[in-house]
């Protein structure tokens, strides 16, 4: 049970939240702004742009100019009465035209009228149309400023219109609060998705605050690296979800978190384990050349498919345990077949010398002397011992198991776990192929010969043969012509690995047809060493 975080703090759900919203907010808040900004900046525009067409249609008034050149300003003018009529017509805040000395002939006030612009009017006098946003007599306004030309094109004045800037204040005013009120929407509605996100963030975690979910990795990757045994787990995409430093090891390559299983470089061994049907429990498989137990478990929650986990479990010191006792095995069968061989030769000595053959006695002996092994042609205990338990039981199985005439093996063995592991394989197999096969008598032929420091075996039985479909499948692991697949499949595959992993290799020399069976051959590179104090015949201790 967790000890509760100390202090009264916010959930993380709750923290989430709060934070979202406010986030959410200013957001919202920000971008109004920026909005309003730019429709204020618009309307400006707008309104600038409006002044100026009002200004160029009084411009363009026939007489206008000539009336300002031969006039003096007044208030009763027909300059002042045609700009008033304008300006209420357009409802425009002034109408203001002027000679180039920029002397008002009219405005709204007519006291204005024969005094100086409260604003340059040099850009205009200068041919040049401006719009801008200024104070003036009446206020803020929205100007827009043309030259005044005669029919000659002369400039002989300007024509000044202004919009009053409060009508961009009350139109920004309205577009400011129609824009509050769209972004109520987005608001509420992010809101409602924060609510739900932090209901989803709190059922995702589980209910645990960040110092626990911190808590669980670190128990997560001690547990991990504690155990003994592979873990991989590979989600529903087939991405490597969780593994840990012993499934990398017995894979043979790293596992990366978020990467597909594919991309990692897993051999297809790997990857067939993740479809292989029926679901692998405690089976055992050649994973990455190494014995491994898999068991592949399927993840689900509320009716979801969450993956699967591979369990990997090394045998590789159980198999050198295994193949260790085997190789003890076979010696130890060799020496009791050997002591009661030795029983049986006395037996027959004691008989003769009791009769007084001695004659016979003496070519008895002689003959022993010359066969140093009961199997020919080989001496090295493990092999003669291996041979010998093989025997007695492909005998229980009705099987015949011969060593060839040709056999013929020099020096002992250097590696006999090595060589007992890829013989006792290539035997049983051979054995169970000519016992459920339909030619009798049910036999099994092998023959060992040595190649310098290397050790060759052909092992020919008397069964069915290799489908030739099989080819070279017969060496993957798990392959098995059998009906029934438990136990089966896996001997073949670990003779080929122990036999390359010395420099040789096992191969199918011959598929067998209608008239033989199968025929097996193995090499094993360097497994042979001469016997110490045997010398040749020409040298001292030799013999001939």
Request: hydrophobic share 45%; charged share 25%.
């Amino acid at each position: 049970m967790r000890t509760p975080l100390p202090g009264r703090r916010l959930a993380l759900s709750t923290q989430a939240l709060v934070a979202f919203g406010v986030l959410l907010v200013l957001v919202l808040v920000a971008a109004w702004a920026a909005t309003a900004a730019v429709l204020r900046r618009d309307l400006e525009s707008e309104y600038e742009q409006r002044a100026l067409a009002i200004a160029r249609s009084v411009a363009a008034e026939p007489g206008l100019a000539q009336q300002v050149a031969r006039s003096q300003p007044r208030a009763s003018g027909p300059v002042q009465r045609d700009a008033e009529r304008v300006r209420r017509a357009t409802g425009a805040l002034y109408v203001v035209v002027t000679d180039d000395r920029g002397i008002r002939y009219s405005h709204p006030t007519p006291g204005e009228i024969g005094q100086r612009v409260s604003t340059s009017p040099d850009a205009a006098l200068s041919g040049r149309e401006v719009v801008t946003v200024e104070q003036g007599t009446l206020g803020r306004s929205a100007r827009g400023k043309v030259p005044l030309r005669d029919d000659t094109g002369d400039v002989v004045g300007e024509v000044s219109v202004g919009i009053d800037i409060a009508e961009i204040d009350a139109a920004s005013h309205r577009l400011a609060t129609l824009l509050a009120f769209v972004a109520l929407a987005p608001l509420a509605l992010g809101l409602v998705g924060a609510v739900l996100l932090s209901r989803r963030l709190r059922r995702s975690t589980l209910g645990l605050e960040p110092e626990e979910m911190a808590d669980l990795v670190r128990e997560h990757a001690a547990v991990l690296g504690g155990v003994r045994d592979g873990v991989l787990a590979v989600d529903p995409r087939g991405r490597v979800s969780v593994s840990n430093a012993e499934a990398a090891r017995l894979v043979g390559c790293p596992l990366p978190r978020g990467v597909p299983l594919a991309e990692t470089g897993v051999g297809d061994d790997v990857r067939m384990l993740l479809i292989e049907e029926p679901a692998p429990a405690g089976a055992l498989r050649l994973v990455g050349g190494r014995a491994v137990l898999v068991t592949r478990v399927p993840v689900q929650r509320d009716q979801r498919d969450l993956g699967t986990v591979l369990i990997l479990r090394d045998r590789s010191d159980l198999d050198q345990l295994a193949r260790e006792l085997e190789s003890t095995r076979a010696l130890t069968d060799a020496l009791r077949a050997q002591a009661h061989e030795h029983s049986n030769r006395l037996h027959v000595l004691t008989g003769m010398l009791h009769h007084g053959d001695v004659e016979e006695a003496g070519r008895y002996l002689a003959s022993l002397s010359e066969s140093q092994t009961w199997v020919t042609g080989v001496d090295d205990p493990y092999l003669a011992g291996l041979l010998a338990a093989k025997s007695a039981a492909a005998t229980e199985a009705g099987v015949r198991l011969e060593v060839t005439d040709t056999s013929w093996v020099e020096g002992r063995l250097t590696q006999p776990l090595d060589t007992v592991t890829v013989l006792a394989n290539l035997l049983d197999n051979a054995v169970r192929a000519a016992a459920d096969g339909a030619r009798r008598p049910a036999l099994v032929e092998v023959t060992l010969v040595s190649d310098g420091d290397d050790l060759v075996v052909q092992v020919a039985d008397s069964g069915a043969g290799v489908p030739a479909e099989a080819g070279d499948r017969v060496f993957a692991h798990g392959f098995t012509t059998k009906d029934d697949a438990a136990g089966h499949g896996l001997g073949l595959a670990l003779a080929r690995h122990v036999a390359r992993g010395t420099g040789g290799d096992v191969r199918l020399a011959d598929a067998g047809g209608a008239d033989h069976g199968a025929v097996f051959e193995a090499r094993i590179a360097r497994a042979l060493v001469a016997r110490l104090g045997v010398g040749t015949a020409d040298e001292p201790g030799g013999s001939r």
